[in-house]
């Protein structure tokens, strides 16, 4: 290595004929190795990363080096504070895998994952979302007992500079089934929402049905389309219990 500094593959594999005589396969140990006094990290969102080069020996913010994300070329520097932002390419094709910081003849790689398959840091266009709000009256029933659900809807601005809170509407509506421990169908119905977004109901549990944890499963019905999380889930106990008798 150069003054100490470098990357190496580093191969390590076992003698053959002792791991012939025990296996079929061979293991082979292959480890990647950087030797180098920048700290390099990133934070990305959905359009943008911002990359952090600092030293290692003292933690100070390292001005000037310039940074690189592979594939895609996308270059920038480092300011005083050791911060730069980088532009995210869209689509899966040009999804860069690993970021390079060069300074003072050295060089650092960060790489998106250290797994074998990675996604890659990419752009993504936000989704505005639905946000659901949903509570029962008790948490634990037994078989046969009434239960009372509440819940309320709200459509989320996932756009930057947005966060705002919509109503849903009056002409959408949300449908429910219940599944018990098991997994089996107990119930169903729709229920429409009020102009507050929000819907309640009751039920009475069938008196023979399994025991644990049952889901309430919720989807919303005339939503907006491409908004996300239009289902939601909601547990509750069942068991067999005594109140305690003083």
């Not at 500094?5 to 082979?28: A, C, K």
């Not at 690189?68 to 520097?77: A, H, I, K, N, S």
């Not at 960060?110 to 505005?128: H, I, K, N």
């Not at 809170?165 to 002409?171: D, I, N």
């Amino acid at each position: 290595l150069d003054d100490g500094g470098g990357h190496l593959i580093l191969i390590i594999e076992p003698d053959l004929g002792l791991v012939r005589s025990l296996q079929e396969w061979t293991p082979v140990l292959r480890v990647w190795v950087q030797a180098t006094s920048i700290g390099l990290d990133a934070f990305v969102d959905g359009q943008q990363m911002t990359a952090w080069a600092n030293s290692l020996a003292d933690g100070s913010p390292l001005e000037g080096a310039a940074l690189t994300l592979y594939p895609g070329g996308v270059t920038g520097t480092t300011a005083a504070n050791g911060l730069a932002t980088l532009a995210l390419l869209g689509g899966s094709d040009d999804a860069s895998g690993y970021l390079i910081a060069r300074h003072g003849g050295e060089t650092a790689i960060l790489p998106e994952s250290t797994y074998w398959r990675g996604r890659g840091w990419q752009r993504q266009e936000p989704q505005d979302e639905y946000r659901w709000y949903v509570f029962d009256d008790r948490q634990m029933y037994r078989p046969g007992e009434e239960v009372h659900v509440k819940g309320w809807l709200r459509l989320l601005g996932m756009a930057k500079g947005g966060g705002d809170l919509e109503l849903p509407g009056t002409s959408a509506s949300v449908s429910y089934e219940l599944f018990d421990a098991r997994g089996n169908r107990l119930l169903e119905d729709r229920l429409n929402l009020n102009p507050l977004g929000g819907f309640d109901t009751s039920f009475t549990l069938p008196e023979t049905m399994n025991l644990g944890s049952a889901s309430l499963r919720f989807r919303l019905v005339g939503g907006r389309s491409g908004a996300g999380r239009q289902e939601h889930s909601h547990t509750i106990q069942v068991q067999e219990f005594r109140r305690p008798e003083f």
